[in-house]
């Protein structure tokens, strides 16, 4: 489980100034679930505030991926680097071809559920990247390389170009390589799961 801290007071500002000098941090440590609670009659209102630390979010992390490690029959070894309020985890086993699963389909389910978890216990949608063996960075610049390659026939035969069906992050990768080339543009088209990308020539 996450941890939790519930502070409740008659000062949102008083609370979490005292949380945080009671435990030397500062606000981008946490994350502050907040409720005004109605005073009963005659008292003024209330504020109950949730806390969570971020540190406490990479713990449980590490003890979530400690608990696959044994289901899985695997030696996972994990690096985790919180950046931008994005949690990119590296996980390294004895069995990267099973972490990684056909086309990258057991990280990605593996991603969604962690995610799932997280906010079922803090109700919050934390950004996550998960990755095994660098296998989503070689694999997104085999994107990039493939992109690009595509971009310079499209400009040379001025025909617009349909990708094959990808991932919100994939197409992201997709428009900003686009957008180095003059004269291309991009377009998604098509609905999830099998939502693309369409490569298009423009004229001056």
Same mark, same amino acid.
């Given at each position: 489980?996450?941890?939790?801290?519930?502070?409740?007071?008659?000062?949102?500002?008083?609370?979490?100034?005292?949380?945080?000098?009671?435990?030397?941090?500062?606000?981008?440590?946490?994350?502050?679930?907040?409720?005004?609670?109605?005073?009963?009659?005659?008292?003024?209102?209330?504020?109950?505030? /949730?806390?969570?630390?971020?540190?406490?979010?990479?713990?449980?992390?590490?003890?979530?991926?400690?608990?696959?490690?044994?289901?899985?029959?695997?030696?996972?070894?994990?690096?985790?680097?919180?950046?931008?309020?994005?949690?990119?985890?590296?996980?390294?086993? /004895?069995?990267?071809?099973?972490?990684?699963?056909?086309?990258?389909?057991?990280?990605?389910?593996?991603?969604?559920?962690?995610?799932?978890?997280?906010?079922?216990?803090?109700?919050?949608?934390?950004?996550?990247?998960?990755?095994?063996?660098?296998?989503?960075?070689?694999?997104?610049?085999?994107?990039?390389?493939?992109?690009?390659?595509?971009?310079?026939?499209?400009?040379?035969?001025?025909? /617009?170009?349909?990708?094959?069906?990808?991932?919100?992050?994939?197409?992201?990768?997709?428009?900003?390589?686009?957008?180095?080339?003059?004269?291309?543009?991009?377009?998604?088209?098509?609905?999830?799961?099998?939502?693309?990308?369409?490569?298009?020539?423009?004229?001056?």
């Amino acid at each position: 489980m996450i941890k939790k801290v519930n502070l409740t007071g008659k000062s949102k500002e008083e609370l979490i100034k005292q949380y945080l000098e009671k435990n030397n941090l500062t606000e981008n440590d946490i994350y502050l679930i907040e409720q005004e609670v109605e005073g009963k009659l005659f008292s003024s209102k209330k504020y109950s505030i /949730d806390v969570i630390t971020k540190e406490s979010v990479i713990e449980f992390i590490k003890e979530y991926f400690q608990k696959i490690s044994e289901l899985m029959n695997l030696t996972i070894n994990i690096e985790i680097r919180q950046t931008d309020d994005i949690y990119n985890i590296l996980l390294v086993s /004895d069995n990267n071809a099973i972490l990684i699963g056909k086309e990258g389909r057991t990280l990605e389910a593996l991603q969604t559920l962690l995610r799932q978890t997280i906010n079922n216990q803090i109700n919050l949608h934390l950004k996550i990247n998960l990755d095994a063996s660098n296998y989503k960075v070689k694999k997104n610049k085999n994107l990039e390389y493939e992109v690009k390659k595509i971009a310079r026939e499209v400009l040379k035969s001025k025909v /617009d170009a349909k990708l094959d069906p990808m991932t919100s992050f994939e197409r992201r990768i997709v428009h900003n390589v686009i957008n180095d080339f003059k004269n291309l543009y991009t377009e998604s088209e098509g609905e999830t799961p099998n939502r693309y990308v369409v490569i298009k020539y423009k004229e001056d």
